[in-house]
């Protein structure tokens, strides 16, 4: 297996670095041709964006920047340089789980692949799979993820193992555990009615809830104290599952603990029209609307991320809007789900402040924003086809300042700009999606697959050079998975069988879901066919 310890030197992440000549994307300005910039970053941070910023670049001696030499210069003249890409929602524990599934309505893909369905995976798999995540994120040019991760059980030892695999792979993450403490079955419409008694207990899909709110806001808070700022680049948040998962108690927990501290929240929901559903049918004190219930117990407001949104109300998206909290919207995972479209011009036309995610590798299968850009400019007009946004320059914007601000990093991370962390990512101009160069938001978002990434550079440090990992030796930890595949592949045959004898409760709930009443619809036509 590999060793604790990085399989390559790590570059430093105190040396100073000259960007030179690339086309540095200002998201406030020019988008289609961004002017030609020198970056200087110095610890980490970027001192400076402008022209010509180095003497003694021609004349073959160390090139200096104000007196100061420049230890590292990197010649961006084929480059487009863009802030480094916000995953501002994503889960790593089903890294190994990409391609396994089909498209699966959501309520049936939870239990063939969360965390609670599967017996106690091994420190060498916790290992492997978030460094695999986030090798992946990185070559897509991602610089920072908002890991909500299910852990079951959630052992100290086990997050020590995660925590420094990230640190290892010099990825930028806003880490946070996923809990609540009400039982799947208890908020998955007709589940109660028609699956076996017996089985129920098993399938808490989610969350794990051997604990009641108190005790898991207190387990939280232990970990956090031993880990937080343990490492320089992994910051903390709070994760509620979802609202309906979680208690009154349980949230007001949060909020208190959030707001004392200024810690971000994430949670998911409408993802489906299952959670809507509930929502409607169990929580008419707040009006059948999950949004008022999390307002209700103090947790809609700048600290608030919520991810997913499908369903949602018009006047719900008022309310977040005036709130100031943030949406991460996740189109493909959505449609793999068959979750349906959120309302993306309504976001945008409020104001809500939008960021974007790539979800589950499992029901996304692809780390990659490029992917999600593309699917958030396009999908709006299957809503409104008179829509004008969301633009391409939209899509960028949620894919970087967006996705800063909704993982708590807003005026750290998302910009060019002098005060800011160097993460950035530098596109191959050489490419074929950039040949002939037209516009820089539209090619990227419509063009790019992810081919393009040459340098990957988090916090200052080079994590990604000529289009490869630095950080990690790939080979090797492709070696190390296949070792730990044939386990895995056992018990994912096994919990897959056993969703399978569901299958006949499972399609009938799902039946009863869709003849149920709503009064949103997030398909383009009604009633799906069986």
């Known amino acids: 297996m590999l060793g ?19 086309m540095v994307y200002d998201q406030y300005g020019d988008t289609d041709r961004p002017a030609r910039a020198d970056i200087l970053i110095v610890d980490g941070c970027i001192e400076a964006v402008g022209s010509d910023l180095a003497s003694g670049m021609d004349a073959g001696a160390t090139p200096t920047v104000s007196g100061r030499p420049v230890d590292v210069v990197i010649d961006a003249r084929d480059r487009l340089v863009l802030p480094g890409l916000v995953n501002a ?5 089903d890294a190994l789980l990409k391609g396994c599934f089909e498209t699966i309505p959501r309520e049936t893909w939870l239990l063939n692949a969360l965390p609670p369905n599967y017996p106690r995976r091994s420190r060498a798999e916790l290992r492997a799979r978030t460094l695999l995540g986030a090798v992946e994120c990185l070559r897509s040019g991602i610089t920072t993820v908002q890991d909500m991760l299910t852990l079951a059980p959630m052992d100290a030892d086990d997050i020590e193992v995660i925590l420094a695999a990230y640190a ?12 609540g403490d009400v039982h ?17 207990g098993g399938l808490s ?9 108190e005790a898991l806001v207190k387990g939280i808070r232990a970990l956090h104290a031993r880990f937080d700022q343990r490492h320089a680049n992994i910051s903390w948040g709070l994760a509620p599952s979802s609202p309906e998962r979680c208690s009154p108690a349980l949230l007001q927990a949060l909020a208190k603990w959030s707001d004392e501290a200024g810690i971000p929240v994430f949670t998911h929901i409408y993802e489906s029209r299952a959670t809507t559903l509930i929502a409607r049918q169990k929580f008419a004190a707040w009006d059948g609307s999950l949004v008022k219930y999390l307002a209700a117990h103090g947790l809609l407001g700048p600290n608030t991320t919520l991810a997913h949104g499908v369903w949602m109300q018009p006047s719900e998206i008022r309310l977040i ?25 309504q976001y945008v036309e409020a104001g809500v402040h939008l960021g974007l995610g790539c979800d589950n590798s499992s029901c996304s299968d692809a780390q990659n924003l490029f992917q ?16 004008e946004r969301p633009s391409a320059s939209d899509a960028l914007f949620a894919a970087t300042a967006g996705g800063a601000r909704a993982v708590g990093l807003n005026g750290r991370i998302g910009r060019i700009a002098p005060g800011y962390r160097a993460d950035l990512t530098l596109l191959d101009l050489n490419e074929l999606a950039f040949i002939p160069f037209n516009s820089a938001a539209r090619q990227v978002v419509f063009s790019e697959s992810g081919s393009s990434v040459d340098t990957v550079i988090v916090d200052g440090r080079i994590v990604v050079r000529d289009g490869k990992v630095t950080t990690v030796d790939v080979g090797a930890l492709r070696r190390d998975i296949e070792g730990l595949m044939d386990n895995l592949r056992e018990d994912i045959a096994a919990v897959g069988a056993r969703t399978e004898a569901l299958r006949p409760q499972l399609t009938e709930a799902h039946r009863r879901t869709w003849e149920s009443s709503l009064e949103v619809n997030r398909y383009v036509s009604g009633m799906p066919a069986e």
């Open 168 to 179: 290892e792979a010099g990825i930028r993450c806003v880490f946070s555990l996923q809990v």
């Open 4 to 22: 604790t310890e990085p399989t390559r030197p790590m570059p430093r992440s105190d040396a100073t670095i000259l960007i030179a000549g690339g």
């Open 184 to 200: 799947g079955a208890k908020v998955t419409p007709f589940w109660e009615q028609l699956l076996p008694r017996e089985m129920l």
């Open 372 to 387: 999600v850009m593309k699917a958030f400019a396009g999908l709006s007009a299957v809503s409104n086809i008179t829509a």
């Open 321 to 345: 809007a005036d709130a100031g909290a943030n949406v991460v919207l996740n189109p493909v995972s959505n449609l793999k789900t068959r979750s349906g479209v959120a309302p993306i011009g």
């Open 205 to 213: 899909g989610v969350v794990s809830i051997d604990a009641g709110g």
């Open 89 to 93: 929602h994503y889960h790593s524990h």
